[in-house]
T-cell receptor
């Protein structure tokens, strides 16, 4: 099993540019989560999907952030326009099903730097 | 107040020591509990689930006290390779959302 695959691993972009982060969950997993990690705030849940449907996006910081899951094997997190305060590590995680006592598997993360 | 709180440490211990981490959570409806481990510049990885009866995995023991809303992790006979950040994690109510504590940093020294 290849695990959760995220791309790119690193992204450096200029303020105002659009950034798209990608995630491929583990095959057969029904739930997908996007997290952001910073030194100051730790790991924060941005949004999660169940069976490709967004269930809770209350953690999305503002309208500049959007996430989609067009099918069971692919999700994107888009930031437009990007700002320096968006610099963080963005993790995608998947699980067999949200709410049950399953561990969640994380991808390796995308380290985003906005200059 | 954060939903999951941990002492950030760092905990600096010698090899072979026993070390304990504590965590409290505020949502009494929380149903599932975990400890994750995160190495520097890596993703969090599941260390173990935590059950009310307590559970053990080798040198690691996890305990849950629902009445006090308190979770603990005990590491016996610490190894250099145990150096990492340990994250207390709670599934909030019926939402399925993993809520992470800030993490406790452990440094095991020779």
């Amino acid at each position: 099993d290849a695990g959760v695959i995220q791309s790119p691993r690193h992204e450096v972009t200029e303020m105002g540019q659009e950034v798209t982060l990608r995630c491929k969950p583990i095959s057969g997993h029904n739930s997908l989560f996007w997290y952001r990690q910073t030194m100051m705030r730790g790991l924060e849940l941005l949004i999660y999907f169940n069976n490709n449907v967004p269930i809770d996006d209350s953690g999305m910081p503002e309208d500049r952030f959007s996430a989609k899951m067009p099918n069971a094997s692919f999700s994107t997190l888009k930031i437009q326009p990007s700002e320096p305060r968006d610099s963080a590590v963005y993790f995608c995680a998947s699980s067999l099903q949200a709410g049950l006592n399953y561990g969640y598997t994380f991808g390796s993360g995308t380290r985003l730097t906005v200059v | 107040r954060k939903e999951v709180e941990q002492d950030p440490g760092p905990f600096n211990v010698p090899e072979g020591a026993t070390v304990a981490f504590n965590c409290t959570y505020s949502n009494s409806a929380s149903q599932s509990f975990f400890w994750y481990r995160q190495d520097c510049r890596k993703e969090p990885k599941l260390l173990m689930s935590v059950y009310s009866s307590g559970n053990e995995d080798g040198r690691f023991t996890a305990q849950l006290n629902r009445a006090s809303q308190y979770i603990s992790l005990l590491i016996r006979d610490s190894k250099l390779s145990d150096s990492a950040t340990y994250l207390c994690v709670v599934i909030s109510g019926n939402t399925g959302k993993l809520i992470f504590g800030q993490g406790t940093t452990l440094q095991v020294k020779p």
